[in-house]
């Protein structure tokens, strides 16, 4: 694996095994100790673009977490648009991102006004560049200032592919936004071209599925990002077995094993859905790790819904009011009172079940999450 990461030819053995190290913790949702390996890595080569990169990415991450959105349903349907205001970062997380990833560039840039043509140096600018435009999405909310470093991130590892048609670790990148522009709708998509992005949604995928399959820095990102692409195209096998590599790579990851059980309620699957959520809750009952802001919500809304597809009401009723007692964000506790008006309604309480419903109606209609205040409406009626 070390000899397969991209930059370890022009990074010193010690910090290469730092980075690989912090990855393995990141993914196993040991943020602090992510942290640590990537500043040791940075200590060990101060040179080492990727560590300075990996540091950052940690420091992104570390937000995302706070805010709660870093499930799958966050790129699915209107949620994905959230109306949720969050409060801002700490500033010491912010400076610290941007020293490393500034300090990131600075050192890929060098390296690739000293040689045109190194593959890698356009790799790690692509990488960074892509890193920004995910923090100004996510953190700041500004598609459009994440606009113009997304076309460099997209243009530098398109070079990448050029130079070296077997880096399929760029592909990621090239194929997530590919598979997005795709996606847009048809004056936006025009606009996309216009300005130099490509297209293509099967493209997109075979680029992202090639690089899952490289044994490069970004091989598990591109594994999550599958999970993402599959579960919006509904290929829901080849999301659970995405999952079942990472739930064996990650053990201490609760998020794949929550995953899990999210894409088998979407795929029909509510008996495998349930066994996932009981064993996931099961294994990190007494993890004292911090949790995603709503993770507890959620694992409970997921398996209360589980449930009340098995007609296991009692069951249900436990896990919604769990859910509903616990923070998270709107949309979550929308979909728990719609759960709820069902059992209510089958029970023949329509006055419960409508306070339920109107209740979902209200809830989603402020996160952005249509579709299920749809269906609330459609049961009022």
Same mark, same amino acid.
């Given at each position: 694996?070390?000899?397969?990461?991209?930059?370890?030819?022009?990074?010193?053995?010690?910090?290469?095994?730092?980075?690989?190290?912090?990855?393995?913790?990141?993914?196993?949702?040991? &943020?602090?100790?992510?942290?640590?390996?990537?500043?040791?890595?940075?200590?060990?080569?101060?040179?080492?673009?990727?560590?300075?990169?990996?540091?950052?990415?940690?420091?992104?991450?570390?937000?995302?977490?706070?805010?709660?959105?870093?499930?799958?349903?966050?790129?699915?349907?209107?949620?994905?648009?959230?109306?949720?205001?969050?409060?801002?970062?700490?500033?010491?997380?912010?400076?610290?991102?941007?020293?490393?990833?500034?300090?990131?560039?600075?050192? +890929?840039?060098?390296?690739?006004?000293?040689?045109?043509?190194?593959?890698?140096?356009?790799?790690?600018?692509?990488?960074?560049?892509?890193?920004?435009? *995910?923090?100004?999405?996510?953190?700041? /909310?500004?598609?459009?200032?994440?606009?113009?470093?997304?076309?460099?991130?997209?243009?530098?590892?398109?070079?990448?592919? @050029?130079?070296?048609?077997?880096?399929? @670790?760029?592909?990621?990148?090239? !194929?997530?936004?590919?598979?997005?522009?795709?996606?847009?709708?048809?004056?936006?998509?025009?606009?996309?071209?216009?300005?130099?992005?490509?297209?293509?949604?099967?493209?997109?995928?075979?680029?992202?599925?090639?690089?899952?399959?490289?044994?490069?820095? $970004?091989?598990?990102?591109?594994?999550?990002?599958?999970?993402?692409?599959? $579960?919006?195209?509904?290929?829901?096998?080849?999301?659970?077995?995405?999952?079942?590599?990472?739930?064996?790579?990650?053990?201490?990851?609760?998020?794949?094993?929550?995953e899990s059980g999210s894409t088998s309620l &979407?795929? !029909? #699957?509510?008996? @495998?859905?349930?066994?996932?959520?009981?064993?996931?809750?099961?294994?990190?009952? =007494?993890?004292?790790?911090?949790?995603?802001?709503?993770? @507890?919500?959620?694992?409970?809304? #997921?398996?209360?819904?589980?449930?009340? *597809?098995?007609?296991?009401?009692?069951?249900?009723?436990?896990?919604? =009011?769990? +859910?509903?007692?616990?923070?998270?964000?709107?949309?979550?506790?929308?979909?728990?009172?719609?759960?709820?008006?069902?059992?209510?309604?089958?029970? !023949?309480?329509?006055?419960?079940? $409508?306070?339920?419903?109107?209740?979902?109606?209200?809830?989603?209609? *402020?996160? =952005?999450?249509?579709?299920? +205040? /749809?269906? /609330? &409406?459609?049961?009022?009626?």
């Amino acid at each position: 694996m070390l000899a397969g990461l991209p930059a370890a030819g022009f990074a010193s053995h010690e910090s290469v095994a730092f980075r690989v190290q912090g990855s393995k913790a990141l993914y196993n949702l040991d &943020r602090e100790r992510a942290l640590d390996f990537y500043r040791q890595a940075v200590a060990a080569d101060p040179r080492d673009a990727g560590a300075y990169r990996g540091l950052a990415s940690s420091l992104w991450l570390s937000i995302t977490f706070r805010r709660g959105n870093m499930t799958v349903d966050d790129y699915l349907g209107g949620v994905s648009r959230t109306k949720a205001t969050f409060p801002p970062p700490p500033p010491e997380t912010v400076t610290a991102f941007n020293d490393a990833l500034g300090q990131a560039l600075t050192l +890929a840039r060098e390296r690739l006004k000293a040689n045109p043509r190194d593959a890698d140096a356009h790799y790690e600018v692509g990488a960074a560049m892509g890193l920004r435009a *995910s923090y100004v999405a996510t953190v700041d /909310a500004s598609a459009l200032g994440a606009f113009k470093a997304a076309r460099e991130a997209y243009d530098e590892h398109e070079k990448v592919l @050029d130079l070296d048609a077997s880096r399929k @670790d760029a592909g990621l990148i090239v !194929g997530t936004y590919r598979y997005i522009v795709a996606s847009l709708s048809m004056p936006l998509r025009w606009a996309a071209y216009m300005v130099g992005f490509g297209g293509g949604r099967e493209q997109g995928m075979r680029l992202v599925e090639g690089a899952a399959s490289y044994v490069g820095d $970004n091989q598990e990102e591109a594994r999550f990002t599958l999970v993402v692409l599959y $579960n919006r195209e509904r290929q829901y096998d080849a999301a659970l077995a995405q999952l079942a590599i990472l739930r064996e790579r990650y053990p201490r990851n609760r998020l794949a094993w929550l995953e899990s059980g999210s894409t088998s309620l &979407r795929a !029909g #699957k509510t008996g @495998d859905a349930e066994r996932y959520l009981d064993e996931g809750l099961r294994q990190f009952a =007494n993890d004292e790790r911090p949790r995603m802001f709503g993770e @507890d919500a959620l694992w409970y809304l #997921k398996r209360g819904t589980a449930r009340v *597809s098995l007609g296991r009401a009692a069951q249900a009723r436990l896990d919604l =009011n769990k +859910a509903l007692a616990s923070e998270g964000r709107p949309w979550a506790h929308g979909r728990a009172h719609l759960e709820m008006a069902k059992l209510d309604l089958k029970d !023949g309480d329509r006055t419960a079940g $409508n306070e339920h419903l109107r209740a979902a109606v209200r809830l989603c209609e *402020s996160d =952005n999450d249509e579709a299920t +205040a /749809a269906e /609330a &409406r459609r049961l009022i009626r």
